[in-house]
């Protein structure tokens, strides 16, 4: 089984930074995809950032040029730097990992989830 746990959530004045972290643990052989993605009360959960194993990123049109993901492949961490923050950035942010696990069985696992709030 593999455990993903986000960190870094918080309330943050509009222009305001904050950094998410998100860590996997347990039965990992390889991680092929980490993904940050947000779902905002009374919306859908949509996709924010993505990073693959080879580095490439893609992000979503609203939060080009101000987040910047990024992955720490020895520490199977993954890290969302939000700069510019704005009101309607405001959600719970969560964090989803795919792989293989040793057995050569493939895992997709999320995280709890950690607030993000963007307030005056």
């Known amino acids: 089984q593999v455990q993903v746990v986000e960190s870094g959530g918080g309330s943050v004045q509009p222009g305001g930074s904050l950094r998410l972290s998100c860590a996997a643990s347990?039965?990992?052989?390889?991680?092929?995809?980490m993904g940050w993605y947000r779902q905002a009360p009374g919306k859908q959960r949509e996709l924010v950032a993505v990073?693959?194993?080879?580095?490439?990123?893609n992000y979503a049109d609203a939060v080009k040029g101000r987040f910047s993901i990024s992955r720490d492949n020895a520490k199977n961490t993954a890290y969302l730097q939000m700069n510019s923050l704005k009101p309607e950035d405001t959600a719970v942010y969560y964090c989803?990992?795919?792989?293989?696990?040793?057995?050569?069985?493939?895992?997709?696992?999320w995280g709890q989830g950690t607030q993000v709030t963007v307030s005056s």
């Open positions: 989803n990992s795919k792989g293989a696990a040793p057995t050569g069985l493939s895992y997709d696992s």
């Open positions: 347990g039965s990992i052989f390889r991680i092929n995809f």
């Open positions: 990073i693959t194993s080879g580095g490439s990123t």
